[in-house]
């Protein structure tokens, strides 16, 4: 019974406009391109995996920013870190939360196209796999940063830079993380890598904001304990 209502509120707490606005991104952008290409009666599978490549990975970056900074943000992460609760227990929820929103942005985006395009299949979304991996490591990256700073505009300006520096470099910096290689391929890499190395590192990128978070909300709750004695 306890389970249910506290599981309620951190999904009160964490959806909020920050996270709900950026899975808008998709059925946008299906709006403007129908409204830029009114000729065409169809849309490639090409370009429609294309864009999910481009702009899923934003989507994820911004949904995430804010959620390890809920706290601090609303002035009571003392009082948080004073909850009798496991020191993971956070952070999970938040990865939790994170990946729902990253699934929210491909189901709106897949259910936005169908709809102003006559698109929708489901057989399509297998063909939206290679847009996951890239979009997991920003959602990592956005995470992590959030986790370190408490700052939703340091996570957001993270996960917003990579993803313009790696549309203007093309992967000259990043290599094999580049993160739109299946729409710009880089001779001599594998898509299989490029793909596992996001996926990759996007995971590393949670299990260290979970451990880093767990070692920072320690050192907090031993501090006064160490200073009385």
């Known amino acids: 019974m306890r389970a249910k209502p506290a599981l309620l509120y951190e999904a009160r707490l964490v959806a909020g406009w920050a996270s709900l606005l ?9 709006v403007l391109a129908r409204l ?8 490639a599978l090409g370009t429609l995996l294309n864009t999910f490549v481009v702009l899923l990975p934003l989507e994820a970056g911004l949904s995430a920013a804010h959620l390890m900074g809920i706290e601090s943000e609303a002035s009571f ?6 909850y009798p609760e496991p020191r993971l227990k ?14 929210l ?12 395009w006559g698109a929708f299949d489901i057989g399509l979304l297998p063909a939206m796999l290679p847009a996951l991996p890239p979009a997991l490591f ?10 370190l700073s408490r700052s939703y505009w340091a ?19 990043s290599g094999a993380l580049f993160l739109f290689h299946p729409v710009w391929p880089r001779a001599g890499l594998l898509p299989e890598l490029n793909q596992a190395l996001l996926a990759g590192v996007g995971v590393v990128f949670l299990l260290t904001n979970a451990w880093v978070y767990a070692r920072r909300g ?12």
């Open 155 to 173: 996570a957001a300006g993270a996960a917003m830079g990579w993803w313009f520096l790696e549309l203007q470099t093309r992967g000259q910096v």
């Open 90 to 103: 956070l952070p999970l929820l938040r990865t939790g939360a994170a990946l729902t929103f990253l699934l």
């Open 22 to 30: 950026p899975a808008l991104g998709l059925p946008a952008y299906a």
């Open 77 to 82: 992460d003392e009082l948080r870190h004073s």
């Open 138 to 147: 920003l959602c990592g990256l956005s995470l992590l940063v959030g986790g």
């Open 36 to 43: 830029l290409w009114a000729g065409n009666d169809e849309l």
């Open 105 to 116: 942005a491909v189901g709106l985006g897949l259910a936005g196209f169908g709809w102003v």
């Open 218 to 229: 320690g050192w907090r709750l031993r501090r006064p304990a160490l200073g009385a004695g």
